[in-house]
């Protein structure tokens, strides 16, 4: 817990968070069956995110933000010792911080506060990945400066590129990590006359090996991925161009970033349920965090200068943000159903509703200067609202705690 003194100053906002559970009772390779809480087995699509709690029914991921200037984040920019430069907005210049002070509210009950010897407690022996993009590991550094709180981590593994990166809490055996991708499946730059064009090469049915050759050592996968979708791509399957994203060739047809995000999730959960080596694996999907770029885009002077949350009626046109939420719910209802008798668990953090209601929370202009002039309008500043995302997390690991035993016997693995 930090003092007043220690935060600079603070913004206020309202907004939605969604996120889901989904269990079962399964049977492991050790012969013994785990028996997930039984309120919360038979979820269907439509009740994912509802749970009950003395007889309470609660929908976590509906609610919405409550201004409370009495809760101080349990971190600061200035006492996490990991928080990246990157997510340091008030290190870059931001003036207002009210945004710090907004916590989630579900519907029906309240949501506890963030407890890091708890939440180490749960995860005591275990993996912990985040697969996907830099807006997985946004959450992955959240989490780090969280949990530093109670224990201070070790830093074992970083690529040269700072993508791929393992942490490990000692006291509890606790190995956190990230393992980075930016579609889930193969890509390749695409290549015109020999020089590089700025999009990607992408094959559907082929998943990306750097993050699924090391998913049998890890016990809780948090998938995600989105944002490099959304810009111009060429889509394969079967080695043939089947069409593209954003594409300008009237030759190859616009099949958008949908199509290729329901078949990117589904090959990647696919993958997991057919990996011999993966039994009893909790694979949670994070749901497409959404940008707040305004007048233009990353290239093209686009900005979030928002310091309020937008309300439920400001965010009813975000229709495109919604569908690609939906088909990522969808497609990990699938393998839930699929991959129970693999003795696999799914759910969901489900932040999409409840991110559309933060364009206070990004950094903006505030992020580094090299990048001078460009607006991170899509990663999100530390601390602040993706703090949520892990209080959510908590909640999740501990309706499916104890978590299975797995007997792992392989080494993480880096290209």
Request: net charge positive.
């Amino acid at each position: 817990m930090v003092g007043k003194d220690q935060i600079f100053s603070f913004v206020k906002t309202p907004s939605l968070v969604i996120f889901g559970l989904c269990l079962a009772t399964v049977t492991l390779l050790g012969g013994f069956r785990l028996r997930w809480p039984p309120n919360l087995v038979n979820f269907t699509i439509g009740r994912l995110g509802y749970y009950s709690t003395g007889g309470e029914t609660c929908e976590l991921f509906k609610g919405k933000w409550i201004w409370d200037e009495k809760r101080p984040p349990l971190y600061t920019n200035l006492t996490c010792k990991t928080l990246p430069d990157k997510k340091n907005c008030l290190l870059h210049g931001r003036t207002d911080s009210d945004y710090i002070r907004w916590r989630w509210k579900p519907a029906g009950c309240e949501l506890p506060r963030f407890n890091p010897s708890k939440f180490l407690s749960i995860v005591r022996g275990k993996t912990l990945a985040f697969i996907g993009d830099s807006v997985g590991r946004n959450q992955m550094e959240s989490l780090l400066c969280q949990l530093s709180t109670e224990e201070s981590p070790n830093e074992v593994y970083k690529d040269a590129k700072d993508r791929f990166t393992t942490w490990q809490f000692p006291k509890h055996n606790f190995t956190l990590m990230v393992l980075w991708t930016r579609f889930l499946v193969n890509s390749s730059q695409t290549v015109v006359n020999s020089s590089v064009t700025g999009a990607f090469d992408l094959h559907l049915d082929k998943i990306d090996l750097n993050w699924a050759q090391n998913l049998p050592a890890v016990d809780i996968a948090i998938i995600s991925d989105a944002q490099w979708f959304l810009r111009e791509n060429y889509l394969y399957e079967g080695g043939e161009l089947i069409g593209c994203i954003y594409c300008q060739d009237p030759k190859v047809t616009n099949l958008g970033p949908g199509f290729a995000i329901q078949r990117a999730f589904r090959a990647a959960l696919n993958y997991i349920n057919d990996c011999k080596d993966c039994s009893g694996i909790l694979t949670l999907l994070r749901t497409y965090s959404p940008s707040h770029f305004e007048n233009g885009t990353w290239k093209t002077g686009g900005s979030c200068l928002r310091t309020h949350p937008f309300g439920t009626e400001e965010i009813k046109d975000h229709v495109e943000d919604l569908d690609y939420r939906n088909i990522q719910v969808t497609e990990v209802e699938t393998a839930r159903k699929s991959g129970q008798k693999n003795g696999n668990a799914y759910g969901l953090l489900d932040v999409t509703e409840a991110m559309l209601m933060r364009p206070d929370g990004h950094p903006g202009l505030h992020w580094r200067r090299k990048k001078k002039g460009y607006s991170d309008c899509v990663h999100w500043c530390l601390p602040g609202p993706i703090d949520a995302w892990n209080e959510l997390l908590l909640e999740v690991l501990r309706q499916h705690s104890p978590l299975p035993l797995r007997s792992k016997q392989h080494a993480l693995r880096f290209n």
